[in-house]
Each structure stands twice: as structure tokens, then as C-alpha cells.
């Protein structure tokens, strides 16, 4: 069988190919985001009648959801410590709970928006609620194509292969965190 | 510019980062905890500084500790740093152009509802430029034939 060679080292950078991708996705994730936000903010702060349609948001849903996050955050960056030790089925375990929360995430997500919708707050209920699953939908597709690409990696991790990536998709995963982390007292929190 | 090395490689540590330093990541998971009470309870006092400060502020703080300890943004390489400033200037660039028309919920012979419906408030439509037509004048000497 013949070595498969790639760049894997930016030699210039002195980082790794693949780390340097990330954050090349993250800066254009941070545009896509940051357009939503910073649009939300200045419609928000031009509109202060939003704050009536707000407070139908369910805080303690939006607030259980940013623990969940938080949680499979620490559940990826123990997986890269993990990886770090060459313990790649330990890092593989702990991909899957950072998955589980993903989808503990989405469960929370879907029943919030299944009693939102019944009351009759639809995408077309007004501006509020245009942003709301305009924002949290795009986050939650994010969500899902995370724990998607988690998966690949903990499936590879388990058999002590390409133990890099577990840090590299640990770093989209909190990213996504962050980003849920400005979405709570945006969507949830200022009424 | 690139160096090469065996893709199927399985070892974790990589020299452009090596490894990162030792950091007790449960205890810093308890105080991003510990920030999200503060941030719902907060808010719930009522008094509208201490909602900025304990919403957007602690979001400000969990933010930063989540980059800086979890994604290890603190040991990263400067290119990284410099490509997110860019990414986070364009944001406040996005802010800085639009937000003084958006915010503005009125300006001369217009005003904005709630649904971003702009409205003419001027008691002569078609010179705020309105799709009303004026009144056709009455035709001059010179227009008959």
C-alpha cells in the first residue's frame, strides 16, 4: 500500500492544515451570524415594541438549552484532552455525549417551537418572530451538521485514527456554543 | 507554502500547536454555570442596567471564556487572531452603516410601523414620492389644438 501524502502543515503559519480550515469556516460563520445578529439588534433597538412579542419566548426552555450546550462543550474539549493522551475510544466517547446534547438541544428546540407555532407565533407573526426562527433555525441546522461531522470523527477516533480531528471539530462545536450563548438574552432575555 | 507528511497518520499531537496546557475545564464549565443563573436571574429584578449588565455583559464574559479555554484561542497563532478581527470588523462596519437608517423610525414625510412599513405622513402623497398621481391640470392654450 503506497503513502497517501497531503499538506497537512501550513509551513508559513506553522499550523495545521486542517486547524486553519476551521477557522476559516468560523470566520465566515462569524459573518453569516454576525449579519443576522447585528441586523436583529439595530431592528430590536429601532422597534422597542418587540419586547411585547419577546415575552412569549419560554426563558427556561432557551436557559436549560444554554446548560445543555455548555455541557457538550465540556464533553468535546475533554475529548481533545483525551486525544491528546492518544486515548482515542475515551475521546470517541466523549464525542457521543457532546452529540447527545446536540440532540437533547434539538428536542428542547422542537417542542418550544411546536407551542410557539400552536399560539400562533408563525415566521410571519411579525418582525420578532421573523428573526426568532430565522435565528435559532439557522443555529439549529448548525447544530445538526455538527453532530453529523462529530459523529464521522468519533467513529475514526474509537479506532485510534485521525485523533487530530477531535480538536478541530471540538472548535466548530464551541463555536456554535458561543453563538447560542449571544442568541439566549437576545431572543430570550431582553422583553 | 506547504509541508508534507502522511495523512494516515493517528497522532493528536500536531507541531503547530502542541499540546495544550493543563486546565481544569470542569471547574471553568461550573463558572460559565454559576454566569448563565446570573444572566436569567438577573434580568428578573427589573431594573434595566442590571438586565444590560447580567444579559449581555455575562454573554460578553461566557463568550470570551468559552474561546479562550475551550477552543485554546489564547495559545492560537496570530493569523488566527488577526483573521477573526477581520470577520468581527466587518460586523461593526455591517452595524455602523445601516443601524443609523434602520434604527430611525421616522425622517422627512415618512414614518415606520412595526411591521417595517413605511408610510408617507406628508398631506401632498406624490411629493414624497408616492404612488398616488396627481391631479392632471387643466390643459393651457398652448396644449389645444
Known amino acids: ?191 | 507554502m506547504t509541508a508534507t507528511a502522511p495523512a494516515a497518520h493517528g497522532a493528536a499531537h500536531d507541531p503547530g500547536h502542541g499540546h495544550a496546557p493543563h486546565r481544569n475545564y470542569v471547574k471553568i464549565w461550573g463558572i460559565l454555570v454559576v454566569l448563565l443563573v446570573v444572566s436569567v436571574i438577573g434580568p428578573m429584578l427589573g431594573i434595566r442596567w442590571i438586565m444590560l449588565v447580567t444579559a449581555f455583559g455575562v454573554a460578553l464574559v461566557k463568550a470570551y471564556m468559552v474561546a479562550k479555554n475551550f477552543m485554546h484561542l489564547d495559545i492560537e497563532k496570530p493569523i488566527v487572531h488577526w483573521i477573526l478581527l477581520v470577520a468581527l470588523a466587518l460586523m461593526v462596519l455591517l452595524y455602523g452603516a445601516l443601524a443609523p437608517d434602520v434604527q430611525k423610525g421616522a425622517g422627512q414625510g415618512w414614518k415606520k410601523d412595526a411591521g417595517f412599513h413605511h408610510s408617507f405622513v406628508t398631506s401632498k402623497p406624490h411629493e414624497a414620492g408616492g404612488h398616488e398621481k396627481p391631479e392632471k391640470p387643466e390643459p393651457s392654450e398652448h396644449d389645444r389644438p
Open chain 1, 1 to 191: 500500500m503506497s503513502v497517501k501524502t497531503i499538506a497537512t502543515q501550513r509551513a508559513s503559519m506553522n499550523i495545521p492544515t486542517g486547524r486553519l480550515a476551521v477557522w476559516w469556516v468560523l470566520v465566515s460563520e462569524i459573518v453569516i451570524f454576525g449579519g443576522v445578529l447585528v441586523s436583529y439588534l439595530m431592528h430590536r433597538l429601532g422597534h422597542p415594541e418587540w419586547g411585547e412579542q419577546a415575552a412569549y419566548t419560554n426563558l427556561w426552555a432557551g436557559a436549560f438549552n444554554t446548560l445543555v450546550l455548555l455541557t457538550s462543550s465540556l464533553a468535546a474539549v475533554l475529548a481533545h484532552q483525551a486525544a491528546e493522551k492518544g486515548d482515542g475510544p475515551k475521546a470517541a466517547r466523549l464525542l457521543y455525549l457532546t452529540i447527545l446534547g446536540g440532540l437533547i438541544f434539538l428536542i428542547v428546540k422542537s417542542f418550544e417551537w411546536t407551542h410557539e407555532i400552536q399560539e400562533g407565533f408563525t415566521l410571519q407573526a411579525g418582525g420578532f418572530w421573523s428573526y426568532y426562527y430565522t435565528a435559532a433555525g439557522l443555529h439549529a441546522f448548525h447544530v445538526i451538521a455538527g453532530m453529523g461531522v462529530i459523529a464521522w470523527v468519533a467513529s475514526s477516533a474509537k479506532k485510534n485514527q485521525e485523533l487530530h480531528r477531535v480538536e478541530n471539530v471540538g472548535i466548530y462545536w464551541h463555536f456554535v456554543d458561543i453563538v447560542w450563548i449571544f442568541l439566549f438574552p437576545l431572543l430570550y432575555i431582553a422583553k
